[in-house]
């Protein structure tokens, strides 16, 4: 068999990649190739960030050499609009159009369905700061690949402060937590087929805790946390749960959608 080309969609601007170097040891399209090397180091892996005129006319240039994308996560908001905003957007409509396998994570997840006609705005019920708990896979989601060899409910590393508030025509709900419904969809535009994550597969909770100290000074002044002993206690609660979950079930996501690819 033929080994997989994948293409890695970033998710941040110049900016943030180097907050992420500096506190996670890596860009979230650097973490991600790290990931997916681990799990298949046969994996070949390309990297562009929409943002990049260049990089984007290249990459559709070649969509047909790609086994499937990866769009990351990211720290931009998607109700911000930004120029740079609509390049990731209309570059995942280009995709869409291309007749691919997309797996979209957090940030990725909320382009994807923006592209796709959905709606995506900030939490209306808080926010994920390095930890989901408690997600719930639905009966949909139990059916699905993505969440072979999952446990129906599950605790994850997470950072996100928007959510997915309309999905896309015919998307399927595979899970949701206590703040946020769409944990976990898929859904088709046109002969491509894309799955997304709210939640973060590709970290772990060491690199989460990493980005909230980055983070908290904005946390703080954003009311995420009223005290410094809520904050603490949330950083504890991270760390118990970082004792509790092994590579294997923090990564299966992406290792079922990479093992789908080769079939």
Not at 146 to 171: G, H
Request: aromatic fraction near 8%.
């Amino acid at each position: 068999m033929n080994a997989l080309n994948i293409l890695i969609v970033e998710g941040n601007n110049r900016k943030d990649s180097e907050f992420f170097i500096k506190a996670a040891g890596a860009s979230a399209a650097d973490n991600l190739k790290n990931l997916i090397l681990k799990i298949d180091p046969s994996t070949n892996t390309e990297i562009i960030n929409p943002g990049q005129d260049d990089e984007t006319s290249h990459a559709l240039k070649n969509m047909h050499e790609y086994s499937g994308i990866i769009f990351t996560g990211g720290a931009m908001r998607i109700n911000d609009m930004t120029d740079v905003i609509k390049k990731h957007i209309n570059f995942a409509s280009n995709c869409f159009a291309q007749q691919k396998k997309i797996l979209a994570i957090c940030w990725g997840l909320q382009i994807c369905t923006t592209a796709a006609g959905g709606k995506a705005h900030p939490a209306t019920k808080g926010a994920h700061i390095g930890i989901a708990s408690n997600v719930i896979v639905n009966d949909e989601g139990q059916k699905h690949f993505i969440y072979k060899d999952k446990e129906k409910i599950f605790t994850s590393p997470a950072f996100n402060f928007d959510e997915v508030s309309e999905l896309p025509k015919d998307a399927i709900l595979l899970s949701s937590d206590k703040i946020n419904n769409v944990m976990g969809v898929s859904f088709k535009v046109g002969n491509s087929e894309i799955i997304g994550l709210q939640y973060h597969p590709d970290y772990e909770y060491s690199q989460m805790l990493k980005l909230i100290a980055g983070r908290k000074e904005r946390l703080f002044a954003n009311k995420n946390f009223l005290s410094e002993e809520e904050y603490e206690s949330h950083i504890s609660y991270i760390n118990s749960e970082n004792e509790l979950l092994n590579f294997n079930d923090r990564t299966c996501e992406v290792r079922n959608w990479l093992n789908y690819l080769k079939n």
